[in-house]
């Protein structure tokens, strides 16, 4: 053979090769994973929109650089969606596209097997043994830690039955009181179908509140949990405001299966509170007084729980280091995650916050001075398409939207508007 | 004649002695390495505990010995000495070969002389002695006890961080050490006599000093990383100074050890630093304390201190005396104990070694790593010389050397703005805006220099970017004009009156 023949021949092989997987496509999600499969395959999505994974199930019709469409059902209605690829959250085939070459064993045995998203199948995870699901919880309250998340989870996990177990990995200094509601609502919900466990790395005033809601809570050597002392503009709840929020917070202890005198003994330096153990049952009685033989908080400290603390008086499970050392706590043989997906909404939803706390200011600033050179349309046009960046941001992250002062979002679409007549005008 | 007979013979009593301890031998390294001991233009000298030193070429080294070829200088004979690890104090390898000396005391085998140590290395001092601690050995023989020391050196939450160890932590497990020392040298307070005899003196500590950082949260994943990921692996702190943050991050450890001069507490800055206490509603106050409070206590229940210990090193207004029970102390936050440790409503509890030790804080004093390996249990060991040194020490010099960088590119970008008129405004200004690019990619290099560009000259990422593209306007407007003023046929107009935009956001 020579030369130019086995040119010849080898260029036919990489066209068959290439005829072989024409029509193949592949979406790089945006954890990084890829989807491979075909045209026309059937999938299910999750897409990220405002924070939230929104379900969807149809058809790839087009595969773009940056985007894909799917022919499909999105929010209970039928519609072809054109999907972002940095949006997408999950992606895997339920059926695959009919196709020419269906009959090579090979090519059929690939197009069968459901592409995936998630690191469960890498053997990392392991979804048939007992097992938990973690979200690590961190941030401010409001902020990065909120109850969308501990929602999310808790219905993924309701994919694998009822029973399943939960752990919230805690470490925050607390924030907004609005929020600390929500948790409570969701975890109240979460409860009557999971088993739902706090771990303790740091849990001050809202977060603690969070923990108080859970099952089980246990700590980190290192843990500390405590000082639910409610303030506004530096000036603690008094009166109407306090009593209120001692009888929420003493409710949510006790819904948790504590003494509200816990609560109380943390919200209000001046509460006293104390515990007798029996040494035969190991029992607890808590005294809101310093009459028990263990004073926890006298008249001028607000409740703060250590590790140790929080052990020997019963407020606290056990002590856990480390995964394995949790997993005998929780009666498991050893430590399992079913799956990721906690930690991967955690990861998510924390990255966007601290690129929304990023992206924000700088827009604000833009606003002034970005193309303000040019004047006229197109510094009007700028600021058109920064309003509407910031418009966006309270679709994508409306907490640090809030937090950060950004004008709301029905004022933004007025000034949007403005802006759109004045360049008309201009025009 | 008669000197060289009785050498020979001093030498195999010596030797005699020796060999009927029946250590085994291994091959010779030198040998296998084809640089045969007598043709070798270097040799290794052992310093002996009984003052002897001897010159010649090491063949063998085992946990049990070392099989050397013993050279008299004086009379040129060689021979072959099996020496125990108990009875040498140092080893000097491949000295080069000075002349040979006439015949001195010194250089007798068996005859014990005042020794002056090994011959200094080029400016350095000569400060050898010999000890009766434990004993180093430079090896690589399992069967010896290994130390594997990791550097905590600096500012607590710039020089010392999670990230940065988190190499050291694949180090650690890849060498297996019997052992890791942690060697904490973080002082806050300067002078020293800030914390003696009275305490700590926040008001007199120098503002600009660097002291440590209230980054709980890092500290917490540092104190995971070795005591939780390395649990299988003992482990303690050797303190050479450590007051303010870095004494609350040390007491994770339960296993503490102090340099006979070291400082040890000064953890008002905890209370100080978090302003806690500055909150004007008596509930808020309450609550930030309690909650700062009981971040920092739980460092110590990592170590297995009392709450009460604790509550007394970290609230000036706590009292603290203890009272023995057995080995253990009994600590008492009033004045009731056997031993007064603070009487003072008005400072924290600090330490020196001798207080620490006598009152079981730390298990030991220790000067010098034989003293301390001595104290473990160790009557030889080895260091292990892994990647520490480089990742650590390799990591602050980098970032402190970027950090210079940007208080020169601040001060650079300050003196191009003032000199931004005229015709040299765009220059000047394009100067001043490189000046703060470097600033930024340097802060996105270094979580550390960002911290401290924060800190010392109130500047965070965002405003940065926010100035750059100021500038990057303002150059753009510039050059517009002139191109309009050039294309108007008035040429070199413009630009003169631009003054030195982005002055009110200067960020120094």
Redesign the interface.
């Known amino acids: 053979m020579n030369r130019m023949q086995r040119i010849a021949v080898l260029t036919a092989a990489l066209m068959l090769t290439t005829f072989a997987s024409a029509g193949q496509v592949e979406v790089k999600l945006k954890d990084g994973s890829r989807w491979r499969g075909e045209i026309n395959d059937t999938v299910q999505l999750q897409i990220q929109q405002q924070g939230v994974a929104v379900p969807m199930e149809g058809k790839v019709v087009k595969v773009e650089k940056d985007y894909i469409v799917v022919d499909g059902t999105y929010a209970g209605q039928a519609m072809k969606k054109t999907i972002f690829k940095t949006d997408i959250v999950t992606m895997k085939t339920t059926s695959a596209a009919a196709t020419a070459d269906a009959t090579t064993p090979e090519a059929s045995a690939d197009a069968s097997k459901p592409s995936v998203t998630t690191d469960i199948v890498a053997g990392k995870y392991d979804k048939n043994a007992v097992g938990v699901f973690v979200l690590p919880m961190k941030g401010m309250v409001g902020e990065g830690f909120r109850s969308d998340e501990i929602k999310r989870l808790a219905e993924h996990c309701d994919q694998y039955g009822p029973g399943q177990i939960i752990v919230l990995e805690i470490e925050s200094g607390g924030g907004l009181g609005i929020e600390m509601e929500k948790i409570h609502l969701t975890i109240a919900e979460i409860r009557k179908r999971h088993r739902v466990v706090a771990w303790i790395k740091e849990a001050i005033s809202a977060a603690a509140a969070t923990a108080s809601n859970c099952n089980e809570i246990y700590f980190y050597t290192t843990g500390t949990l405590g000082a639910m002392t409610g303030f506004a503009g530096g000036v603690s709840l008094q009166g109407e405001e306090l009593q209120k929020w001692l009888t929420s917070a003493g409710n949510w202890m006790e819904s948790g299966g504590r003494s509200r005198y816990i609560a109380e003994a943390m919200i209000d330096d001046e509460k006293l509170l104390s515990y007798d153990k029996d040494l035969a049952t190991g029992e607890v009685t808590w005294h809101n007084d310093k009459s028990g033989a263990v004073v926890l908080s006298d008249e001028k400290t607000n409740l703060v729980f250590t590790a140790t603390t929080a052990t020997d008086s019963k407020f606290a499970d056990g002590i856990a280091d480390t995964p394995e050392q949790l997993a005998k706590l929780l009666n498991m043989p050893k430590w399992n995650e079913k799956d990721d997906y906690g930690r991967k909404i955690s990861k998510e939803w924390l990255d966007l916050v601290d690129q929304a706390k990023e992206e924000l200011p700088l827009l604000a600033a833009r606003y002034q001075y970005k193309n303000a050179v040019d004047g006229g349309k197109v510094k009007v046009g700028t600021q058109i398409q920064i309003i509407k960046e910031l418009i966006r941001w309270w679709d994508r992250c409306p907490n640090v939207c809030f937090l950060s002062g950004l004008p709301p979002k029905e004022d933004l679409q007025r000034q949007l508007e403005e802006l759109k007549r004045a360049l008309s005008r201009m025009n | 004649m008669k000197k060289q007979l009785l050498a020979v013979i001093a030498l195999s009593v010596v030797s005699a002695g020796l060999m009927s301890q029946a250590i085994a031998q291994q091959s010779d390294p030198k040998a296998a390495t084809g640089a045969p001991a007598a043709a070798a233009a270097t040799e290794d000298i052992i310093y002996m505990r009984d003052g002897r030193v001897l010159h010649g070429q090491i063949l063998a080294e085992t946990s049990r010995g070392v099989t050397f070829e013993y050279t008299d200088r004086a009379i040129k004979v060689t021979t072959k000495l099996i020496l125990k690890p108990e009875d040498i104090a140092e080893i000097m390898r491949d000295q080069p070969v000075a002349d040979a000396p006439a015949a001195s005391d010194a250089d007798k085998p068996g005859e014990v002389t005042a020794v002056a140590g090994p011959a200094p290395k080029p400016g350095v001092k000569n400060e050898w002695k010999p000890t009766y601690g434990a004993a180093r050995f430079e090896t690589a023989d399992a069967t010896v006890p290994s130390v594997y020391i990791v550097p905590m050196r600096g500012q607590f939450g710039t020089d010392v961080r999670s990230e940065v160890y988190k190499p050291v932590i694949e180090d650690i497990r890849k060498n297996k050490p019997s052992r890791v020392i942690i060697r904490i040298d973080s002082a806050d307070s300067f002078p020293p006599e800030l914390m003696h005899p009275t305490g700590y003196d926040i008001p007199r500590t120098d503002p600009a000093l660097e002291r440590g950082m209230l980054e ?2 890092n500290y ?1 994943e540092l ?2 990383m070795f ?3 390395l ?1 299988d692996i003992p482990q303690m702190v050797w303190i050479k100074n450590s007051d303010g943050i870095s004494a609350t991050v040390a007491m ?1 450890w339960d296993q503490m050890y102090m340099d006979p001069k070291a400082r040890f507490g000064g953890m008002i800055t905890v209370l100080e630093q978090s302003g806690a206490n500055q ?6 106050r ?6 700062w ?3 920092a ?3 110590l ?2 170590g297995g201190y009392s ?1 009460e210990l604790a509550d007394a090193m970290l609230q000036p207004e706590k009292t603290l005396s203890g009272s023995w029970k057995g080995r253990e102390v009994i600590w008492q936050l009033n004045k009731d104990g056997e031993y007064l440790v603070d009487d003072s409503e008005k400072r924290t509890v600090n330490f020196v070694a001798k207080t620490a030790e006598d009152l079981c804080i730390s298990k030991g004093t220790a000067e010098e790593l034989d003293d301390l390996a001595l104290l473990l249990g160790y009557r030889e060991y080895r260091v292990i010389d892994g990647r520490q040194d480089d990742v650590v020490l390799g990591y602050v010099a980098d970032w402190r050397r970027e950090f210079a960088k940007c208080r020169e590119n601040l001060m650079n970008y300050e003196k191009y703005l003032s000199w931004a008129n005229g015709d040299d405004t765009i220059a000047m200004l394009g100067k001043a805006k490189r000046c703060l690019e470097d600033v930024l990619a340097s802060l996105m290099r270094y979580k550390a220099v960002e911290i401290r560009l924060g800190t010392d000259f109130g500047i965070d ?2 405003t940065l ?2 100035y750059i ?2 500038l990057k ?2 150059l ?2 510039l050059q ?1 004009r002139n191109r309009g003023a050039a294309g108007g046929g008035r040429s070199g107009a413009g630009g003169g009156r631009a003054g030195s935009g982005g002055g009110q956001e200067n960020p120094g």
């Open positions: 709980f949260e917490r104190i995971h005591r939780d990921e649990s994770a909150w004007a509603d008596k509930d808020v309450a609550k930030m304390m309690a909650a409070l009981g971040m206590k739980s460092f229940e990592k709450l990422k965002v970017i926010t593209e100021q306007e303002q753009r407007a517009q």
